[in-house]
Nanobody
Framework: VQLVESGGGLVHPGGSLRLSCAAS????????IAWFRQAPGKGREGVSS?????????WYGDSVKGRFAISRDSAKNTVYLEMNSLNPEDTAVYYC????????????????????WGKGTTVTVSS
């Protein structure tokens, strides 16, 4: 199983980025996918998740609700995180994770115990 994040970079406050999480070795349609982030000196934080395609429900952390959107492209076996109205507090390394079950508690506790992780992509929001 391999998850590869991409799309990070430097963006000005108020700007947008789209992160991608491309998978190989698993069919993301059958997995729950989550995005986490870790800012310098802070613990890992759940950002968003999307359930397996048969359900498709989504979850967002309070700090990103209304600004971020998660989506899935089954044909590309990729999950995206569209990030808008970025602010410096969004600066972090963003990771995607995949597992057959991802509970709200797991999201709120930083994803510890999830089995499949990417190596992360860095997002820096600065003027």
């Amino acid at each position: 199983v391999q998850l590869v994040e991409s799309g990070g970079g430097l963006v000005h406050p108020g700007g947008s980025l789209r992160l991608s999480c491309a998978a190989s070795g698993i069919d993301l349609d059958y997995y729950n996918i989550a995005w986490f982030r870790q800012a310098p000196g802070k613990g890992r934080e759940g950002v968003s998740s999307i359930s397996a395609r048969a359900d498709g429900s989504t979850w967002y952390g309070d700090s990103v609700k209304g600004r971020f959107a998660i989506s899935r492209d089954s044909a590309k076996n990729t999950v995206y995180l569209e990030m808008n109205s970025l602010n410096p507090e969004d600066t972090a390394v963003y990771y995607c994770a995949a597992d057959l079950l991802i509970t709200t508690q797991t999201l709120e506790k930083g994803g510890y115990g999830l089995r499949n992780w990417g190596k992360g992509t860095t997002v820096t929001v600065s003027s």
